[in-house]
């Protein structure tokens, strides 16, 4: 079975930093474009961050310049390291990855459980 696990979220104050973690274990042949996205509370999730195979990143605009999006090919790990926190960032963070499963055709999109973010004083 294929899993998509993230960890490191928390309970930050305002200005703090936190960096998340994806990683993905399983059949998988190939790991292409991850990306992290967030839902406040409500019915909505958007895109954070995405990075492709090669390392070309694409950030929302309202995080631009305070959070990094990496990855570890090698570990088939992704990273968002998130600095300068606002309260705005609160949301349950999650990551998804586009997978070629071993003994399938194609790219398909996997999401991990979610973590949380809250930043708070």
């Known amino acids: 079975q294929v899993q998509v696990a993230e960890s490191g979220g928390g309970l930050v104050q305002p200005g703090g930093s936190l960096r998340l973690s994806c990683a993905v274990s399983?059949?998988?042949?190939?790991?292409?474009?991850m990306g992290w996205y967030r839902q406040a509370p409500g019915p909505e999730r958007v895109l954070v961050a995405d990075?492709?195979?090669?390392?070309?990143?694409n950030y929302a605009d309202s995080v631009k310049g305070r959070f990094t999006i990496s990855r570890d090919n090698d570990k088939n790990t992704v990273y968002l390291q998130m600095n300068s926190l606002k309260p705005e960032d609160t949301a349950v963070y999650y990551c998804?990855?586009?997978?070629?499963?071993?003994?399938?055709?194609?790219?398909?999109?996997?999401w991990g459980q979610g973590t949380q973010v809250t930043v708070s004083s």
């Open positions: 990075i492709t195979s090669g390392g070309s990143a």
């Open positions: 998804k990855a586009g997978l070629k499963i071993v003994g399938n055709t194609g790219v398909h999109s996997y």
């Open positions: 399983g059949s998988v042949f190939r790991i292409q474009t």
